[in-house]
Every structure is written in structure tokens, then in C-alpha cells.
């Protein structure tokens, strides 16, 4: 099946720097990466994803880049703010496939004031 | 986000006892998934269903029972809770009909604690 590596586990950043968290997948089938958000103690949310008949697409300060030869995919955030503060999870399906997501083990992005 | 709701929010049992989290969605999303989240484990797959009446296991069903005899229902089952099986639970729904048919939405999630 599908296996997903995020990293790095935890990334510190300066409010207003960049932070860029990256992702690899090992199913060449893959084809749709979201990336999902969860603050302490709340639900897991969507914030973007892109389909492999692209290599990037963009939402406002976030944008996710993907490299389907190298199989893998990035998302980046830029002038980040404290409410940026959260788990990041990235994901890898198959479309058409089951509707199953395989998740990475997310990353800890904390942006110091 | 409203649409999809789990019960209890919070529940405390002891080893060997049967529990059930509920979870509910208005939406008539036919995908249901249910999930586990524990510290450096990530979101792992326990059960989900395609429809009603059909489930299949994820990567840890063990310990777990599933059912969906209504597609807005998918409850989750601990037939005999193990202190290994507390964690954070999310229930999650998707819809191959919708534009984006992949993306999960989760609901608020049931922390379980087993003594």
C-alpha cells in the first residue's frame, strides 16, 4: 500500500519567515495530495491539495508544489503568523480509487512571535 | 463541519468493558472512515465503508467492530477495550458524487480513556 514520510517531525520558524514542510509517497499511482491542518485539540482540516495533472497550485499565503518524478510534494507557507501554529498532515489517494487516504505522521510547525 | 457530529466527545472505561463511539453525518456522504490518533502515530485507518452495508478493514482493525446498516451512521465498537486502545478517535466522510470526492472532512473527535 501507499506509504507517506513527512518531514521534518517539528519546524520552528520565525512570524513572517517562510516554512516549508515536505512529503514523499511511494505509490506511483498516486494521484491527489491534500494537506490538512489541526490545531490543538480540534479536528483535522483541509487547507489545500493538488491533483497530479499539475505541479503547483496556490491559496493566498499557502501553495503546495508537487514532483511526480521524484514522488514527492510540498507545502508552503509564507509570511507566517502565529494562528499558523498547528499540526500539518499530508495525504496520498488514488482518484477513482476508495476514497482511502494514507496520511503522513504530520509535522509540528511552530511560528514564535 | 457541522454535518458531521460523534458521541460522546469524551468517555473513561475500564479494561474489558464493551464501548461504542458514535458518529453521524447529515450530509449522505457514502464514503465513512473511522480513525485513530495517537502521539508520533499520526492518523492511522481503522475501519471504513464504502456504503451501507459494506465495510472494509483499514491498517488497525484489531479490536474493533464496525457496522453501517444506515449510510448517515457508522458507529465504532471496542468489544472488549484494551489500555493500548486509548486514544483520540475522528470519524471522517467523503463523497465519490462531489467535485472533490477525496477529501475527508472529520468530526470533532472522542477522546478515550481505558483504566
Known amino acids: 500500500g501507499e506509504n507517506v514520510e513527512q518531514h521534518p517531525s517539528t519546524l520552528s520558524v520565525q512570524e513572517g519567515d517562510s516554512a516549508v514542510i515536505k512529503c514523499t509517497y511511494s505509490d506511483s499511482a498516486s494521484n491527489y495530495f491534500p494537506w490538512y491542518k489541526q490545531e490543538l485539540g480540534k479536528r483535522p482540516q483541509l487547507i489545500i491539495d493538488?491533483?497530479?495533472?499539475?505541479g503547483e497550485k496556490k491559496d493566498q499565503r499557502i501553495a503546495v508544489t508537487l514532483n511526480k518524478t521524484a514522488k514527492h510534494f510540498s507545502l508552503h507557507i509564507t509570511e507566517t503568523q502565529p494562528e499558523d501554529s498547528a499540526v500539518y498532515f499530508c495525504?496520498?489517494?488514488?482518484?477513482?480509487?476508495?476514497?482511502?487516504?494514507?496520511f503522513g505522521k504530520g509535522n509540528q510547525v511552530v511560528v514564535i512571535p | 463541519d457541522a454535518g458531521i457530529t460523534q458521541s460522546p466527545r469524551y468517555k473513561i472505561t475500564e479494561t474489558g468493558r464493551q464501548v461504542t463511539l458514535m458518529c453521524h453525518q447529515t450530509?449522505?456522504?457514502?464514503?465513512m472512515f473511522w480513525y485513530r490518533q495517537d502521539l508520533g502515530h499520526g492518523l492511522r485507518l481503522i475501519y471504513y465503508?464504502?456504503?451501507?452495508?459494506?465495510?472494509d478493514k483499514g491498517e488497525v482493525p484489531d479490536g474493533y467492530v464496525v457496522s453501517r446498516s444506515k449510510t448517515e451512521n457508522f458507529p465504532l465498537t471496542l468489544e472488549s477495550a484494551t489500555r493500548s486502545q486509548t486514544s483520540v478517535y475522528f470519524c471522517?466522510?467523503?463523497?465519490?458524487?462531489?467535485?472533490?470526492?477525496?477529501?475527508?472532512?472529520f468530526g470533532p473527535g472522542t477522546r478515550l480513556l481505558v483504566l
Open positions: 495525504a496520498a489517494s488514488r482518484f477513482y480509487g476508495n476514497n482511502r487516504l494514507a
Open positions: 493538488i491533483r497530479s495533472n499539475v
Open positions: 465503508s464504502a456504503a451501507a452495508d459494506i465495510t
Open positions: 450530509w449522505s456522504h457514502s464514503y
Open positions: 471522517a466522510s467523503s463523497d465519490p458524487g462531489l467535485a472533490n470526492q477525496e477529501t475527508q472532512y
